[in-house]
């Protein structure tokens, strides 16, 4: 069971960055998967989640039309679109995934049981 995010980088404040979250053929298919982030000297946050048929997906406030969540099962990728990034933006992003066969997707960290390695996104001013 892995999960291998990529596709963090330097953008300017304003600009756009797309993250992939490459999983294991038996979490794509079956299991919510989340992102979160952590910026430095705060606690990890949840920003959105989607569930395997893709109809339940949830985001954070703070990025709420401007992130948007997807999946392609075939593919086994989950993909978190980032627009009009700004500095608060910020941190290490993580995918998780909640055990195969829960049909809810999650806001809660506590209930993602695997997760990758994290990938920086930084947003310059």
């Known amino acids: 069971v892995q999960l291998q995010a990529s596709g963090g980088g330097l953008v300017q404040a304003g600009g756009f960055l797309r993250l992939s979250c490459a999983a294991s053929g038996r979490i794509m298919s079956n299991s919510p998967v989340g992102w979160f982030r952590q910026a430095p000297g705060k606690e990890r946050e949840f920003v959105a989640t989607?569930?395997?048929?893709?109809?339940?997906?949830y985001y954070a406030d703070s990025v709420k039309g401007r992130f948007t969540i997807s999946r392609d099962n075939a593919a086994n990728t989950i993909y978190l679109q980032m627009n009009n990034l700004s500095p608060e933006d910020t941190a290490i992003y993580y995918c998780?995934?909640?055990?195969?066969?829960?049909?809810?997707?999650?806001?809660?960290?506590?209930?993602?049981?695997?997760w990758g390695q994290g990938t920086q996104v930084t947003v310059s001013s």
């Open positions: 998780a995934a909640q055990f195969p066969g829960n049909v809810v997707a999650s806001r809660q960290i506590s209930d993602y049981v695997y």
């Open positions: 989607i569930n395997g048929n893709g109809y339940m997906i």
